[in-house]
């Protein structure tokens, strides 16, 4: 049985930094391209991150590059989200995702919630301005 366990989520000031963390189980953590999306209260669900397998493809959302930092470490089956310089829009539930089909596509493939095979419950991000 597959599970995706987010952490780390919580209350911080505008400006502030904030990691959450994604711990995998029931499933080969090194076969699978993992995502970070977001949904904020009343949108819809929005892409943030993503990482290959090895780490050597990473892709962001315009709205967090530079701020936001994605890394994995597949000994601990687990993926990051390091998030810096955050604002108040940032507030949302974050959720990680992982992707099983080992093929290498394009950056918009993994812009796409529904690509994502597995998905976490999610963790709150709130930001106080």
């Known amino acids: 049985q597959v599970q995706l366990v987010e952490s780390g989520g919580g209350l911080v000031q505008a400006g502030g930094s904030l990691r959450v963390s994604c711990a995998a189980s029931g499933l080969t953590f090194s076969s699978y391209f993992m995502g970070w999306f977001r949904q904020a209260p009343g949108k819809e669900r929005e892409f943030v991150a993503s990482?290959?397998?090895?780490?050597?493809?990473?892709y962001y959302a315009d709205s967090v590059k530079g701020r936001f930092t994605i890394s994995r470490d597949n000994a601990k089956n687990t993926v990051y989200l390091q998030m810096n310089s955050l604002k108040p829009e940032d507030t949302a539930v974050y959720y990680c995702?992982?992707?099983?089909?080992?093929?290498?596509?394009?950056?918009?493939?993994?812009?796409?919630?529904?690509?994502?095979?597995?998905w976490g419950q999610g963790t709150q991000v709130t930001v106080s301005s």
């Open positions: 995702a992982a992707e099983r089909s080992r093929a290498s596509f394009s950056r918009g493939y993994y812009l796409q919630a529904k690509n994502y095979d597995y």
């Open positions: 990482i290959s397998w090895a780490g050597n493809s990473i």
